[in-house]
């Protein structure tokens, strides 16, 4: 588990490519915050990783918004201090 204790965020990591890259990080060992646009996918997305032991939370953010940015890295410094 090389990302074992580390937090990533993914933008886009509820479909497509970032999707795959959320489950492969879920799978080394990350903590998951992922940022998208769509709720119901999001819930989605983190349902799957946590079906397959991972840990992850999602926030609705859409990231061509730059005041959205420091609520997704607020909620990532949450959830590293979780840990």
């Known amino acids: 588990m090389r990302l074992n204790g580390k937090v990533a965020i993914?933008?886009?990591g509820t479909s497509g490519i970032?999707?795959?890259v959320a489950k492969l990080f879920a799978k080394e060992?990350?903590?998951l915050v992922l940022?998208?646009?769509?709720?119901a996918?999001?819930?989605q997305a983190?349902?799957?990783i946590i079906?397959?032991?991972?840990?992850?939370i999602f926030v609705n953010c859409d990231m061509t918004k730059t005041a959205k940015y420091q609520e997704v890295l607020r909620v990532a410094i949450s959830h590293i201090r979780r840990y």
Do not use: C, D, P, W
């Open 18 to 20: 970032g999707l795959a």
């Open 29 to 31: 060992g990350a903590k």
């Open 51 to 56: 079906q397959s032991g991972g840990e992850a």
């Open 41 to 43: 996918a999001g819930a």
């Open 35 to 39: 940022a998208a646009r769509h709720e």
């Open 10 to 12: 993914i933008t886009g």
């Open 46 to 48: 983190v349902a799957e």
